[in-house]
C-alpha cells in the first residue's frame, strides 16, 4: 500500500529546485540573487513572491522577515 507524502506548510528545497530549473536563466538568476541578499533559502524566496503574486496585500520583499522552521 502506498501512503501519501505529508502535507507541509512550506515548499521543499527539492521542489524548490525542480521549479527553478524549469524556469529562464535570468528569472532564476534574479531570484539566487534575491535570496543571498535576504539570506533566506531560496524556496523561501519563491514562497514569497507566490504569496506576492497571489495576494496583493502580502508582504512585500522588503518588509517580509518570515520565521523560518
Not at 15 to 42: C, D, H, W
Request: aromatic share 8%; hydrophobic share 45%.
Amino acid at each position: 500500500m502506498q501512503t501519501q507524502p505529508a502535507i507541509t506548510e512550506h515548499l521543499s528545497p527539492e521542489l524548490a529546485q525542480i521549479f527553478l530549473e524549469g524556469l529562464p536563466k535570468t528569472i532564476r538568476e534574479g531570484l539566487s540573487m534575491r535570496a543571498k541578499a535576504m539570506n533566506y533559502p531560496v524556496w523561501a524566496v519563491i514562497e514569497m513572491a507566490i504569496a506576492g503574486y497571489l495576494d496583493e496585500e502580502a508582504i512585500s520583499f522588503t518588509d517580509c522577515k518570515p520565521k523560518l522552521d
